[in-house]
């Protein structure tokens, strides 16, 4: 029992601390330093400590504490309660859908088999999809409660946008859920141990409409209407200051971190490297024990799973910084009248594919 | 859609997208009556810019008009510089010498360059595409540099004088420009990769903010937003002045009148800027660039410290002003947004009577109700960028 | 271009208003016409649809002060004929004691925010234009600032915000 709980535990801190403690600070400092790069500029290198710059790794630092000692009001004739309770509501569903997540798959180390889940949950993947629909009250609330017209424009294009997605969103995961027969997110792993049973060849078109989902759901560009700066101000964030403000932007990078892991983890062979089974990796570290080999293989393991996140949150930032925004209703369009069409065709396909074979 | 209106009981909501917003660049405050998202009408004020630009002339000495000027259309000064001190020669019925026409058509070339890439790259900031805006910013960045190399200022140049101009082409000009002109080449390139062939972008600006070339005239529009209508009308070629007669360059005309139209437009005549000035340095003959004439334009200071006839013909034109003879003209130049014609009335003594600018984008502000009304909020963002309302030259 | 070619406007001008056309002259190579302001709008929509003149665009309408004449004012346009690449200025004499003219919005839709802004900056006032209120000074501005008696440095009242 008290084994079960410290592993838990383990288990918690070490994914709050890679997601809250450092992707969170380190993405703010890829978002300056990718599009410095892409645009022919240096980006921000001015913060140091004792004249020390680490290459604008304090820029984050400096952030942080700006935030925290930014004053914190709220407006004038604004709804106090539901003003400060959207961004939590926007940020919890953003940490939380973390708890499903493999990263990593399973390993005897000292008797006891340690899954590398927070929580291996029967209903897997739809647990996500729960918490992405929780996640639309924040942006939904922020807007109304601002009491102001322009936060009203960005929250009704945020319910409706992040509605309508949602439901593109699931349809598109049914295809996998269909060819690898279990929501649990540990199964769909462990099966893509094979290369060539990776989602990405199983279900191309559902990895694209995935993708495109999950950045609307996420609201950056090319889908930032809610936000969009140079029409709303800061959409339905307008009126938020200080550690409030924070919270959404935070929100927003670590969902990007959700997005990435759940497509490694359905399309990219979780935390596989191709071509090597869990046997072939367990056999490369013989020489350091059962255990030893275990707990290598077991780093091994985590190391390739966050390098593939870090490869799909570098390719969100690219598409970010390159491709201009959506209108309104050619987002809305695009949505009912092509990704869901696209999503069905993709599912009942599949699900032919599937009893035939 | 009304009819859905009428049984819910909605009302039209007002937004006031103010004066100071990151979208009216210029200061100009849009109240758009909107039901949901559609524009029912939209109220454009403008004149939070204006600083009584014709008031101030009436108060200065002709010659000390010509700062103001640059702080007109201020992304484009060498123009509205070129444009005032033709007026004024016009008036007087002096001609300067060829050296100074050449130089002048580099001038003026150089700052529509400045003005197209900054209207394309504020375009394309405000769609959302970050990085087009900053390879254009670069691409002016260098443009700038070349400006200042020639005149020292970046913005306010204040180059151009009454029959000539301040000085002469800097050392090594001519390679300064074929290096400059590469990499704005290359950005151009790049830009248009990013941008012209970009489905969201074109999603954005194909068919919004269309106009038909019958409306466009009658509203007074003149420029690149009337040659994306479809009407081959510039300055520069339907009554030349300067050297444009000898020049070989081609002007791009539209088809609809959409904002889509107007960014290949633009695009299309930064090119040809380009081809301008390349064809006015290789053709530039030797020679002076200051018409001699010490009543309309100052002497070497040599020649004012050493001779008296010098000194007094300087000293009576910085006190007096210079005269020219009573009468009034209208000189028009292409502008970096149209038609920029200067209305100088003079009455024989050393200040203007009156010196009124025609500005372009005032015409063309004036058209926003009509090119916006039955669309979306979102598409005043790229229609308003399109007509590049520059404030200082709409307010003055 | 010769003088006979840019005199075109001027001639069928006077032909067709002979009693209207005070005087023109084509000083520097400006055919200029200088009219009474009553016929304004009959001229205006002649020099637009006459066959030979086609003057469709309407570049610029502003005011001049000639403080100490009689009439004072002239309001003065500039126009442009596209099709024939010729320009004209009419200037419409207007006294200080009957401060009105016709307004020409039917005949370009140009001219609503220039004679806006000549009643802004002049206070003349066109009679039939459909919204004639200052636009480039505030609501509560005293005067009108382009006139030859208004002083240069004169102060204003400090206003609040309005919406």
Known sequence: MLADLIESLAKIVFIFTVNVGVFAPILGWVERKQSAVMQDRIGANRADILGFTAIGLFHSLADALKLLTKEDFVPANANKFFHTLAPFIALVPAIAAFAIIPFGGRYELFGREINLVIADLDVGILYVFALAGLATYGTVLAGWSSRSNWSLLGGLRASAQMLSYEVAMGLSIIGVIIVYGSLRLTDIGAMQEDFFRWGIFLQPVGFIIYMTCAIAENKRIPFDIPEAESELVAGYFTEYSGMKFVMFWMAEFLEMVTISAIVTTLFFGAWHIPFVTDAMLLSWFQSAGPNGAAALAMLVNIVVFFAKVSFFIWLQMTIRWTLPRFRYDQVMRMCWKMLLPLSLINLSITGLVVLLL | MSEISKDLHTEYMVINMGPSHPVTHGTVKFLATLEGETIVDLDVEIGYLHRGFEKMCENSTWQQVIPYTDRLNYVSPLINNTGYALAVEKLLGIDVPERCKYLRVIACELSRLSDHLTNVAAAGLELGAFTAFLYFVEARELVWDLIESLCGARVTVNYVRIGGLKNDLPERFEEKVRYVFKEVRRLWVDVDKLLTKNRIFIDRVRGVGAISAEEAIAYGFTGPCLRACGVPYDVRKAQPYLVYDRMDFEVPIGETGDNYDKYLVRMEEIQQSMRIVEQALAQMPDGPINVRLPQVRMEPKEKIYSRIDSLIYHFKTVIEGIKPPPGEVYQAVEGGNGELGFYLVSDGSGKPYKCRVRPPCFALTAAMPRLVKGRLLADIVPTFDMINMIGGECDR | ?163
């Open chain 3, 1 to 163: 271009m010769g003088l006979m070619d840019a005199s075109v406007t001027l001639k069928k001008l006077t032909e067709k208003f002979p009693d209207a056309v005070v005087g023109t002259h084509n000083y520097r190579g400006d055919d200029t016409a200088i009219v009474k302001k009553e016929k304004i709008r009959d001229i205006c929509l002649f020099l637009r649809d006459d066959p030979d003149l086609l003057y469709n665009f309407m570049m610029d309408l502003t005011v001049v002060d000639y403080l100490g004449r009689d009439p004072r004012f002239e309001v003065v346009y500039h126009l442009y004929s596209l099709p024939h690449n010729r320009r004209v200025r009419i200037k419409a004499l207007v006294p200080e004691s009957d401060l009105t003219i016709d307004s020409v919005v039917s005949v370009w839709v140009a001219a609503d925010w220039f004679e806006r802004e000549a009643y802004d900056m002049y206070g003349v006032v066109f009679t039939g234009h459909p919204n004639l209120r200052r636009i480039l000074l505030y609501e509560g501005f005293e005067g009108h600032p382009l006139r030859k008696d208004y002083p240069l440095k004169k102060r204003q009242p400090l206003i609040g915000p309005v919406n």
